[in-house]
């Protein structure tokens, strides 16, 4: 991601856009973009969404993951995997496997 | 991206939740992953977030969207540059520059 | 939902939460509410939400409406019907019936 | 909210719309306009919100709530009040007074 992330700081540079970008306002705009995503499923079945549109919208999210990431010096993938082994713990295989309840509810 | 998406087929696939894993479902719980973040920042100046906790849920947020990018067979880096581009088109500099209007009001 | 708002405001008044409660962060609680009761049908089929929770989620959701309708001294079942007016013209019948498509796209 | 409910219920049945109002989707709805009232807010403060914008984008969360509520014929009403009553158990005045903690940290 070092590419994409390289090019949303150039953009944001260029249009003097970093006053606007603090974490709460970043993760709200994560958050809309999120919802737009899920809007391209409203009233649909999984399978009918416009995959262009999906492709346009979770991008925009990823672009302001990064940007958040960015905001706090953390490495976006580095999370990632950080996240996964503690997933591990709370949700083992031997609880977890085949039912998609919270882990609260294991 | 690579070890995290690796690492996340496995782990769903250790647990037997790929059938769970429809697109409409994985928009719908990154959404919902992106509504934990902001809940850090509610009733909070923007420095006042547990970065701890931003960790955590910006980490599930992309878990999500590698998990959504995969069903589609997209590159989650690729649709992000591609997405730059066509925002460069929509925010020109000369009109967006230190302005945080949406690109239908420029 | 004369009664309501008066609870709701005797609630936070007793707590001295106004002062947390500017448009914003009310528009973000609301948010968060709505996605905790999207999480409620996450990975299941519409018929499998647990009612009871559905109840707390969707009050929550609303007790936020009604006390943001209430910080710009609007009315929440005036400002509904006024929607509705509107929303008979974007939508008019001709076009509209027993399709799922926005108004954009009519 | 009675006259609103009416006419949400008689502005669906004129669209033939009930066949996509599932209370999965309804929350989606819901969930979605919750995120378009809070895009009035992105990268200002508080008080910078266009209050007609926030008026219908506010009425389209509550319109959402109504026709939700109707489908599990539940009163709003009522279970907003309901749910303060729970509040008021789970944030007591004593160790809830003055601070924005979630119950679980107080």
Redesign the interface.
């Given at each position: 991601?070092k590419?994409?992330l390289a090019?949303?700081r150039k953009?944001r540079d260029?249009?003097?856009?970093k006053?606007?970008h603090?974490?709460?306002?970043l993760?709200?705009?994560?958050?809309?973009e999120?919802?737009?995503?899920?809007?391209?499923?409203?009233?649909?079945?999984?399978?009918q969404?416009d995959?262009d549109k999906?492709?346009?919208e979770?991008?925009?999210?990823?672009?302001y993951?990064?940007l958040?990431?960015d905001s706090?010096e953390?490495n976006?993938?580095q999370?990632?995997?950080?996240?996964?082994a503690?997933?591990?713990q709370k949700?083992p295989?031997s609880k977890?496997?085949?039912t998609?309840k919270k882990y609260t509810e294991l």
């Open positions: 991601m590419e994409a090019r949303l953009f260029d249009r003097d856009w006053q606007f603090n974490p709460k306002d993760s709200l705009a994560l958050s809309i999120a919802s737009e995503l899920l809007e391209l499923f409203l009233w649909k079945s999984p399978e969404a995959i999906v492709k346009e979770l991008a925009d999210v990823v672009a993951a990064l958040l990431a706090y953390l976006l993938e999370i990632v995997l950080d996240k996964i503690k997933n591990e949700y295989v977890a496997k085949g998609a």
